[in-house]
């Protein structure tokens, strides 16, 4: 099983092809997974790939036997330059030579204020100059530190989310995250004045963006009152609830919802940002502009690092030392950033995106099969969305099978979805055409064998 293919930039000097040299597991993954059952936490997910990378780049992931694996994964939406591309580790390698820790809020650095320049830069619809950003290190902790200054800056407690969202695994973040097993299960009691309301979901409730809009303003002033509302937090396309895209219009409406009555609408752009959606961040697509973002997961080239990016008077609410971290915008993962918006620029990455979801959706409508209940997502972020073609319902089982089956054949595919029937495809834009093409032709056979 080959597949010829250039190497492009974004990852180190490796087979570039999809190469299964012996079946998986091989022997030294299988001894490596007997090793991580004897040593890990079973809470820490098992992983769903029999294999132990030794190396990626360039859209595939080489384990330590051998094989070679096409990634449509990108470590969960993170790799999205490539796993070590060259401008990223040259910074990491430069920065860590100076020094790897101060801690911004002692010693501050020059890496952290030229990236939450560069960010302020990007924002959509402020000028640069009126925002302003603070940098943490996961995704959830952004999410918590937008909720905290959201409270701040309007005085108010209530925090608004929507169905089959998902926004971190900390006590708050679980609360406002919608999904019970395995993210909630047992972890209680969870954090107060947390309210989940209905978003939009065009596959199952068949409305407009408008009605699905004054359907959850309706909800929100019968529950909450319209001015205890301290934030709306959405996600732009829902990631790890089925990279969900809402109808035209419905972000737009809350957001004038959001101006009139004085709550902070915050926009979650951990998975859809920084350039996987085509556009450096997805809302950009619902021409309206949020107080807050959140990022993470594709900022740093794989380096952890995560932040809140918004209108200046809102980040400046808290008072001195109100937010922070004692690892939060780490000089080594600011220094990634900075690489990884370079790279962006300078190779027309946000084009690569969308040529990379043109590629995917018309990969997969090729499969042409009455499973497939819908295809959407924008950019290199698209999904499938697995029904039973009687009834409509969800058919993860399916999902779960066509997973394992593409994984055996050396090609990396990722679950999702409140009921986990949902296929989400997350290539590397480092990725070739050729690999995305093989990668489609895997999965065609899947859905043929079973």
Known sequence: MFSAHVAPTGGPS???????????????????????????????????LPVFAAAAGGGVVVDVDGNSLIDLGSGI?????????????????????????????????????????????????????????????????AVENAVKIARTATGRQAIVTLDHAFHGRTNLTMSMTAKANPYKSGFGPFAGEIYRM???????????????????????????????????????????????????????????????TGAIMVVDEIQSGIGRTGDFFAIEHENCSPDMITVAKGLAGGMPLSGVVGRADLMDAPGPGGIGGTYGGNPAACAAALAVLEAIEEEALLSRAREIGALLVSGLEAIDDPRIGDIRGRGAMIAIELVDPETGGPDSPLAKQIA?????????????????NVLRFLPPLAISDDLLKEAMSVLKGAFSAL
Do not use: K
Request: proline share 8%.
């Open 14 to 48: 490796l087979p570039q092809v999809r190469r299964l040299v012996t079946a998986l597991p091989g022997p030294q993954s299988a001894h490596l997974m007997d090793r991580l059952r004897r040593s890990v936490p079973r809470a820490v997910s098992r992983p769903n």
């Open 77 to 141: 939406a993170v790799t999205t330059v490539g796993n070590s591309h060259p401008r990223v580790v040259q910074a990491v390698q430069d920065q860590v030579s100076h020094f790897t820790h101060t801690c911004f809020m002692v010693t501050p650095y020059q890496q952290y204020v030229e990236l939450a320049e560069a960010l302020g830069g990007r924002y959509p619809g402020i000028a640069g100059e009126s925002v302003r950003a603070a940098f943490f290190n996961s995704g959830a902790e």
């Open 198 to 260: 209905p978003g939009s979901y065009p596959f199952r409730d068949h409305l407009s963006g408008e009605e699905a809009a004054q359907r959850m303003i309706t909800r929100v002033r019968s529950l909450v009152g319209d001015y205890n509302v301290a934030a709306v937090v959405l996600e732009p396309i829902q990631g790890e609830g089925g990279f969900i895209v809402p109808a035209p219009g419905f972000i737009p409406a809350l957001a004038e919802w959001c101006a009139e």
């Open 404 to 420: 394992e089956y593409a994984i055996g054949h050396g090609v990396i595919v990722l679950t999702c979805g409140t009921f986990g």
